[in-house]
């Protein structure tokens, strides 16, 4: 199984890191070593001072595809769901300046948490659907898919250009505002729309 990332696909994420805004979508991806295991706690690595929640909707690929085409796309996924990419900022910005790959700031151990639950993509309107993440019962980031730069349908075509979509891969659709930071004892929930996806402590 896979994970693949998108970067920058909300628009006011790109202003808060001073991105460029890109002209295609910017594509990553964590090896599944990174995902959390279910009911862990996030352990702060040791290697970094400033490890970042990213919440993002997930997308569940169901079926194997490549070259899939935009209007097809809504074929190769039923479920939604929500998780966070933990960035280890300080190491990222390292490499982002000297031009090099990202993987250890993003794909190392417990740096993907997929929340438990997944919701069919019927039940919502996918062009339309608010997302959150709170730190401490305080809301940090609070996200709708409407100002996604590319919708979910486009990321997966896009993305199968270059990757062969297999059954049980996983899309991280990009993160909205409010990135920050996560300390020892931090919990932090998220939620689609009124329903509780996950929970997590970090320790
Ligand atoms: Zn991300």
Redesign the pocket.
Known sequence: MKII???RNYTEHIEELQNEKPEEPVVFIKPDSSVLPKSNPFVIPEFSEDVHY?V?VLVKINRLGKYISEKFAHKYYNEIGLGI?F?ARDLQAKLKAKGLPWEKA?GFDGATLIGRKWFEKDKFDLNDLNFSLSKNGEVVQDGNTKFMLWKIDELISYVSQFFTLKIGDII?T??PSGVGKVNEGDVLTGKIEDHKVFKVNVK
């Open positions: 990332c998108i970067g990213e993002e990419d960035t993003k991280f990009g993160t």
